[in-house]
């Protein structure tokens, strides 16, 4: 297996979701938390699926259940291919990551709501 990481500045069409995608940028806590972040607007599945691994991992949930990184990009990408299997214009993976988006944002405000 490549251990090598890839910036989401390389990845193209046939680029799979793996390990050597899982890195956390500059900008994905500020994106992240911001109220107006629109998920739809992300155009990558690949992007959608690192921000779901990042939201995990920033709430430590990924070493704290010891999850090999392996296995959770294998479940996410499940996750993404049921969405995606029922084509519903709405209840889909964008709506899923937005979601989840907002229940991450809510929890690390609620000491401010």
Not at 91 to 111: A, E, F, L, R
Request: glycine share 6%; net charge negative.
């Amino acid at each position: 297996m490549n251990k090598r990481q890839l910036h989401r500045d390389d990845w193209d069409h046939n680029t799979k979701f793996e390990p050597c995608c899982l890195r956390i940028y500059e900008d994905d806590e500020k994106k992240l938390a911001d109220w107006n972040f629109a998920v739809p607007h992300v155009t990558s599945d690949l992007e959608k699926s690192r921000l779901v691994w990042f939201m995990l991992e920033d709430f430590g949930l990924v070493d704290g259940f010891g999850i090999e990184k392996e296995t959770l990009c294998e479940f996410i990408l499940q996750i993404q291919a049921g969405y995606c299997q029922h084509k519903n214009p709405f209840h889909n993976y964008d709506h899923g990551v937005t979601g989840m988006q907002n229940v991450v944002n809510m929890k690390s405000n609620s000491s401010r709501l």
